[in-house]
């Protein structure tokens, strides 16, 4: 089992920034890849980036140059660094951990409660 706790969500004006937080415990962190989804209201939860255990990295068109993923393996932590922040961008942010660093929801096996980003205009 792993368990994820996800951080730094809040309210932002649009072009500013805002960095998330995904702290897990459990079985070796190490081991799994690492990704971040967001679900607005009344939509679908979607890929917003992954990082494999290696460290390489995946985004979604829509944030790609906009947002970095990156991990701390000696710390347990997958961080998501979001800039130039767009209202369109308001969601639920989950972190979630699985074998392979991919886009779709259903190759994760363990998520966190999310953190709510809002972004004003």
């Known amino acids: 089992q792993v368990q994820l706790a996800e951080s730094g969500g809040g309210l932002v004006q649009a072009g500013g920034s805002l960095r998330l937080s995904c702290a897990a415990s459990?079985?070796?962190?190490?081991?799994?890849?690492m990704g971040w989804f967001r679900q607005a209201p009344g939509k679908e939860r979607e890929f917003v980036a992954a990082?494999?255990?290696?460290?390489?990295?995946n985004y979604a068109a829509s944030v790609k140059g906009r947002f970095t993923i990156s991990r701390d393996n000696a710390k347990n932590t997958v961080s998501l660094q979001m800039n130039s922040l767009k209202p369109e961008d308001t969601a639920v942010y989950y972190c979630?951990?699985?074998?392979?660093?991919?886009?779709?929801?259903?190759?994760?096996?363990?998520w966190g409660q999310g953190t709510q980003v809002t972004v004003s205009s």
């Open positions: 459990g079985r070796t962190f190490s081991n799994y890849a």
């Open positions: 979630a951990a699985g074998d392979i660093a991919a886009m779709t929801d259903r190759t994760y096996d363990y």
């Open positions: 990082i494999s255990w290696r460290g390489t990295t």
